[in-house]
């Protein structure tokens, strides 16, 4: 998809967008996969490791942000580039050829119906990301808020003791 044959009657703003969504799905991707290559080996040897404070002192911890950017970069927008790079290369393949009969089409029909399907499927795209990330923070925040809970009983279950003790 990268090496394209590009006629030369195809307008110059298409073939930059074109170019700059090609370079943008190659570049998040190979930082995503960058990221992730670093990563691994620092999981694979604490998981390997049978120590609680080894895996609380686990780089991956500390890192958690880049992770999460890894997976959104290359899941989410990498996605949502690649989309829109296929509907750009549909343009630039099938871009109406210019002919002596006014009115004439030929082309434009494929890249019309192609923008028609990669629209709704990337409408279903968003829709899906929002309702994952919404249920993962929902779960990440009922966590939290349970771990809160115990802590608090912990806490009134000392206060109590500390009052007989007293």
């Known amino acids: 998809m990268v090496e394209a044959n590009i006629p ?7 073939v930059i967008a074109y170019s700059i969504c090609t370079t943008l799905v190659v570049a998040i991707h190979l930082i ?9 080996p620092n999981l694979e040897a604490v998981s390997n490791v049978h120590n609680i404070n080894a895996i609380l002192d686990s780089p991956h911890e500390k890192l958690h942000r880049y992770i999460e950017m890894a997976w959104i970069f290359s899941t989410g927008f990498g996605i949502f580039l690649f989309l829109f790079q296929m509907a750009l290369l549909v343009w630039v393949r099938f871009y109406p050829r210019p002919t002596k009969l006014e009115g004439s089409t030929q082309g434009s029909g494929a890249a019309i119906a192609a923008t028609c ?15 994952f990330y919404k249920q993962l923070i929902s779960h990440k925040y009922e966590q939290s808020a349970k771990g809160l809970e115990e802590l608090e009983s912990i806490a009134v279950q000392l206060d109590g003791r500390r009052v007989q003790n007293i």
């Not at 030369?8 to 298409?14: A, D, F, I, K, Q």
């Not at 995503?32 to 691994?40: G, P």
């Open 8 to 14: 030369e009657y195809v307008p110059g703003g298409l």
């Open 117 to 131: 399907i990669i629209i709704p499927v990337i409408f279903l795209f968003f829709g899906f990301a929002v309702v």
């Open 32 to 40: 995503a996969l960058m990221i992730s290559t670093c990563i691994l």
